[in-house]
T-cell receptor, first 116, second 109 residues
C-alpha cells in the first residue's frame, strides 16, 4: 500500500517549452502533496506544498509563475515547468500525505527533467 | 529553525559488517523522525520511523531509536548486504519535513 507514481519518469525538452509532471497517489487519498527538487548528490529541496482545492504554498525563492502547481483531486497533483531553461534540469520528486496522517509522506519515484 | 544533521559519506563497508549512520536533530518541539532510503535513479522509500522519545523504528534489519536526551536517531544494521547500497536520508517532521544531506552507503562483497 501507499504507492505514489509519477509520470513521466524522464523527459527531455527544448529550452522555452513547458513540461507537465503528474504525481498520483494510487491507493490512498491525499489532501496534501509536496514537490521537491533534488540536485546531484544533494538532499531534497522542498519547492511547494500542494493542497487539494486551493492554491499551492511556495517556499522562499521558488517562482510560482514558473513552477505551476495544480492539485485538482485527492489523488492527483501536477507540476508544470513553464518556459523551461537548462538550469531547470533536475530530478523532481513528489510526495503525498495520506488523509489522517500528519507526518508520514510517501514519495514518488521521481522525474528526471533535462532541458536542452 | 529546525535542522537535521547526519554523518557525511560515503560510507564503504564490507558485506556483513555492522552499520551505523549518525543523525541528530535540532527542533523547537519534538519532531517525528524518519529514515528514508534512495536507490540510484529512484525516489525515496520510507525505511522506518519513530514518533516519540524511546520509540524504536525497525524494518528490513535496520533500526533506529528516538533518543530525546541526545536528540539523535542513529540508523543501525547488524549485517549489511550489497543490496543495501543506497543513499540514506534522515528526516524530521514538525509540520514540514526537514531532511539531512544524505549518506551514501556502499557495501562491497
Amino acid at each position: 500500500g501507499a504507492v505514489v507514481s509519477q509520470h513521466p519518469s524522464w523527459v527531455i525538452c527544448k529550452s522555452g517549452t513547458s513540461v507537465k509532471i503528474e504525481c498520483r497517489s494510487l491507493d490512498f487519498q491525499a489532501t496534501t502533496m509536496f514537490w521537491y527538487r533534488q540536485f546531484p548528490k544533494q538532499s531534497l529541496m522542498l519547492m511547494a506544498t500542494s493542497n487539494e482545492g486551493s492554491k499551492a504554498t511556495y517556499e522562499q525563492g521558488v517562482e510560482k509563475d514558473k513552477f505551476l502547481i495544480n492539485h485538482a483531486s485527492l489523488t492527483l497533483s501536477t507540476l508544470t515547468v513553464t518556459s523551461a531553461h537548462p538550469e531547470d534540469s533536475s530530478f523532481y520528486i513528489c510526495s503525498a500525505l495520506p488523509l489522517g496522517s500528519t507526518d508520514t509522506q510517501y514519495f514518488g519515484p521521481g522525474t528526471r527533467l533535462t532541458v536542452l | 529553525g529546525n535542522s537535521v544533521t547526519q554523518m557525511e559519506g560515503p560510507v564503504t563497508l564490507s558485506e556483513e559488517a555492522f552499520l551505523t549512520i549518525n543523525c541528530t536533530y535540532t527542533a523547537t518541539g519534538y519532531p517525528s523522525l524518519f529514515w528514508y532510503v534512495q536507490y540510484p535513479g529512484e525516489g525515496l522509500q520510507l525505511l522506518l520511523k519513530a514518533t516519540k522519545a524511546d520509540d524504536k523504528g525497525s524494518n528490513k534489519g535496520f533500526e533506529a531509536t528516538y533518543r530525546k536526551e541526545t536528540t539523535s536517531f542513529h540508523l543501525e544494521k547488524g549485517s549489511v548486504q550489497v543490496s543495501d547500497s543506497a543513499v540514506y536520508f534522515c528526516a524530521g517532521v514538525i509540520q514540514k519535513v526537514t531532511f539531512g544531506t544524505g549518506t551514501k552507503l556502499q557495501v562491497i562483497p
